[in-house]
């Protein structure tokens, strides 16, 4: 089994800046892709970020030039600095970790999720 937690949500004015961090355990050998998806209020879950372990990163259009993803392959982290927030940022964030290589072969893992909110 894997676990991801995720960490660094909370209140932030508008301009404002978040890091989050989303770190994974358990027995493993490799994870593909790790990203970030966030879903708000009466909205369906979206695509954040994503980085694979080659450091190829997607972004949504929505976030590019303001949020940045990062990878630490040692300690198996992906992070998200979230600058020059904005109140539609409002939502939960998913920590995702894609086609996760055990000895039984590959699953995807989503994490609990932590709230950020954007609001003056």
């Known amino acids: 089994q894997v676990q991801l937690v995720e960490s660094g949500g909370g209140l932030v004015q508008p301009g404002g800046s978040l890091r989050l961090s989303c770190a994974a355990s358990g027995r493993f050998f490799r994870i593909n892709t790790m990203g970030w998806y966030r879903q708000a209020p009466g909205k369906e879950r979206e695509l954040v970020a994503t980085?694979?372990?080659?450091?190829?990163?997607t972004y949504a259009d929505a976030v590019k030039g303001r949020f940045s993803i990062s990878r630490d392959n040692v300690k198996n982290t992906v992070y998200l600095q979230m600058n020059s927030l904005k109140p539609e940022d409002t939502a939960v964030y998913y920590c995702?970790?894609?086609?996760?290589?055990?000895?039984?072969?590959?699953?995807?893992?989503w994490g609990q999720g932590t709230q950020v909110t954007v609001s003056s």
């Open positions: 995702s970790a894609e086609r996760v290589w055990g000895s039984l072969g590959a699953s995807d893992y």
């Open positions: 980085i694979t372990s080659f450091a190829s990163t």
